[in-house]
């Protein structure tokens, strides 16, 4: 790609990041949430994937890993959901409401939730560009 | 070969709206008044929307998230071919069994 594509993307980069995590974080006080800020995650890293060439890129992204921390997070998602009822009642004693630090166990539902969807938008979007790398 | 999964979603299928067509339709307001009224006592989230997707239909997202699970799983297994799996574990093992 252009050379100007290529320097903004470097810019852009880790501020549609840090906008997915603000995404993720704020998800209980305003719009947004887990599947939004997944998906804002995963662009920033499809805008790479589209940009630089394939021996730039190449190694950067290892799929195994990207699947590890995906399950890692299925897990904890898996657990917070189960123990939902028991988890929620005591976490919103020890919160202050309207801040940050609120939500029950909505916050590392957020959290675990944007980054089980950003790896998986990852790993489908990598995979199919690999392929066409390869013709 | 082919008919057995043919056969298996006309069944499936068959099932489905058969087991739907016995829901009741009702419309219940209630629900509605419920978890906007409780949605930031009960779950202390002031997104009514992410107290009803994260806290009172925590399972359903669940399931949401297995099936994209699947999908990225089946993805993967269909793009990468078994050839490079198994050659990368061969180069692994051939050291270990010349030292050996």
New interface residues.
Partial sequence: MDLIIKTITRVMFPFIILFGAYTALH????????FPAGATIATAFVLLLLTFRESEVEGRFP?IKL?DI?SIA?LA??AI?LF?FAL?DK??QY?I??TVW?????LP??IF?SI??A??II??IY??I??EWKK | MKLVPVFGLIIFTALMLYAVSDLPITHNPDVKQYYLQNALEKTGSANAVNAIVWDFRAYDTLGEETVLFAAVIAVFLIVHKKSEFKLKTLKKQIPKTKQN
């Fill in positions: 998800g209980h006080l305003t719009p947004g949430g887990g799929e699947i995906k299925s998602l898996l959901i939902e929620r976490l919103i919160q409401p309207m609120s939500g029950g166990d909505t539902a957020n939730g089980i969807v790896t998986g790993i489908i995979s199919l690999k392929e």
